[in-house]
């Protein structure tokens, strides 16, 4: 799988804790030296992990699933370059999140998307035929790369497709202590995106790192 955006927070621990469960991670840059930095810092990290260096195109063809973790600000250049590397039938899991900072404004505000959220934006921006799901928008980042942190967060996906969202879950739930939650369809992103700016300001009032568990869900809800 590939992560594009990995030299951000959410994408280096999303990588990381992948890389960790013996999960191939390509990850994708803008500029092929800074991909190859962070994989110097990855496998530091999780020395046994399986982590390439490529461009953002060069990883989007390498894997059959795509996480897009870049800030909103870059989202529509980002998913404009890689319009020849999405083929159809590959799966886009967009954590983009319309915030507020992405304009020199306040992170715990959300900006208003014409699509409705960032990843219904997303799905208007990729070729036909490209899968798209959101999720991991409330999973925290510094829980994500303290490799010694016990994860115990539900992630939140969307999408109009049920396999599509089983799919994701399947790669995600890889991770230990991380469980997918089906949220309804892609236009429900809005909904959950915004749970990340409600997460910042909590988590800054309380100096803590805080998910979402949703309660009397069982586990194992994909199988």
């Known amino acids: 799988m590939a992560v594009i955006g990995a030299s951000g927070s959410l994408g280096f621990g999303v990588a990381l804790r992948l890389g960790l469960a013996g999960v191939p991670v390509a990850i994708g840059s803008r500029v092929l030296s800074r991909a190859q930095a962070v994989v110097e810092r990855a496998l530091e990290?999780?020395?046994?992990g399986s982590f390439s260096a490529h461009d953002n195109a060069g990883a989007a063809r390498a894997?059959?699933?795509v996480i897009l973790s870049v800030p909103f600000r870059n989202q529509s250049e980002t998913l404009t370059d890689l319009a020849d590397a999405l083929e159809p039938g590959k799966l886009l899991i967009d954590a983009s999140v319309p915030l507020a900072a992405a304009v020199n404004g306040k992170a715990t505000r959300m900006l208003g998307v014409w699509q409705g959220s960032a990843a219904e934006q997303a799905k208007e921006m990729v070729p036909d035929g490209v899968r798209v799901v959101a999720g991991l928008h409330t999973v925290s980042a510094a829980s994500l790369t303290d490799l010694e942190h016990p994860l115990a967060q539900d992630v939140l996906l969307c999408g109009d497709s049920r396999e599509d969202k089983r799919e994701a879950a399947l790669?995600?739930?890889?991770i230990e202590g991380l469980r997918c939650v089906d949220c309804g369809r892609l236009e429900m992103a809005r909904i959950t995106e915004?749970?990340?700016a409600l997460l910042i300001a909590v988590n800054g009032r309380y100096k803590i790192h805080a998910g979402i568990r949703l309660t009397?869900?069982?586990?194992?809800?994909?199988?």
């Open 194 to 196: 915004s749970l990340t």
């Open 216 to 223: 009397d869900l069982r586990d194992g809800i994909w199988e």
């Open 63 to 65: 894997a059959e699933t």
């Open 171 to 174: 790669l995600i739930q890889r």
């Open 45 to 48: 990290a999780v020395p046994e």
